[in-house]
């Protein structure tokens, strides 16, 4: 991606669609360690396209932790710790 004379780039169209954003949208370039994010300030998205999103970033995640074969309830006390204030008894 090239910045013209005036400091203008180019957002490629995918990303535009990812983000919801097109003419007047407002854009804003975060810093970060790793070089600069592009945020979307003012989205003006329905609930459903947002639950839709949500839902997209769900099923990219799925699958992506390794439990090590432990169940969900030895990996919840693996992460929170023993709880010694619950009486089983």
């Known amino acids: ?19 919801g954003i097109g003419p007047g949208s407002e854009v804003e ?4 360690d790793d070089g600069v994010r ?3 300030v003012n989205e003006n998205i329905s609930e459903e396209e947002r639950l ?4 997209d970033l769900l099923d990219r995640m799925e699958g ?9 309830d030895e ?8 709880r010694e204030d619950l009486d089983f008894d």
Request: aromatic share 8%; charged share 20%.
């Open 75 to 82: 990996y919840m006390e693996w992460l929170r710790g023993p």
């Open 29 to 32: 370039f975060v810093a970060t």
């Open 1 to 19: 991606m090239r910045i013209t004379t005036k400091g203008q780039v180019t957002i490629p169209k995918p990303i535009r669609d990812h983000l």
């Open 52 to 55: 839709r999103r949500f839902t």
């Open 64 to 72: 992506t932790l390794d439990l090590g074969g432990m169940t969900t």
């Open 38 to 40: 592009l945020v979307a």
